[in-house]
């Protein structure tokens, strides 16, 4: 099993910046690809960014000129920042991880991915 536990949530104004960070534990050779997620108020979830192990990343377009995603592996730690936020960016966002690349495709597809954060809230005004 894979534990993901995220941080780094909060509120604040559009045009601002967040970090939210992803720390990973235990059987962290089976997170070959690992995302972000987010999921408002009555929509569905959808994923946001995901990278490879070799470090290949992948973009939903409304966020590709703003979000980068990144990964210390020697911390076992997954990052997004997020700079210039809009208010649609609000949602709560969700760490995932599964064991096969990304580049394999259906990276946006949350019945891919096997583990799961508890999720870390995120409010733009």
């Known amino acids: 099993h894979v534990q993901l536990v995220e941080s780094g949530g909060g509120s604040v104004q559009a045009g601002g910046s967040l970090r939210l960070s992803c720390a990973a534990s235990?059987?962290?050779?089976?997170?070959?690809?690992m995302g972000w997620f987010r999921q408002a108020p009555g929509k569905e979830r959808e994923g946001v960014a995901a990278?490879?192990?070799?470090?290949?990343?992948n973009y939903l377009d409304s966020v590709k000129a703003r979000f980068t995603i990144s990964k210390d592996t020697a911390k076992n730690t997954l990052y997004l920042q997020m700079n210039d936020l809009k208010p649609e960016d609000t949602a709560i966002y969700f760490c995932a991880a599964r064991s096969y690349a990304c580049y394999l495709g259906s990276w946006r597809q949350v019945g891919t991915f096997a583990y799961w954060g508890q999720g870390t809230q995120v409010t733009v005004s």
């Open positions: 235990g059987y962290t050779y089976s997170t070959n690809c």
């Open positions: 990278i490879d192990s070799d470090g290949r990343t």
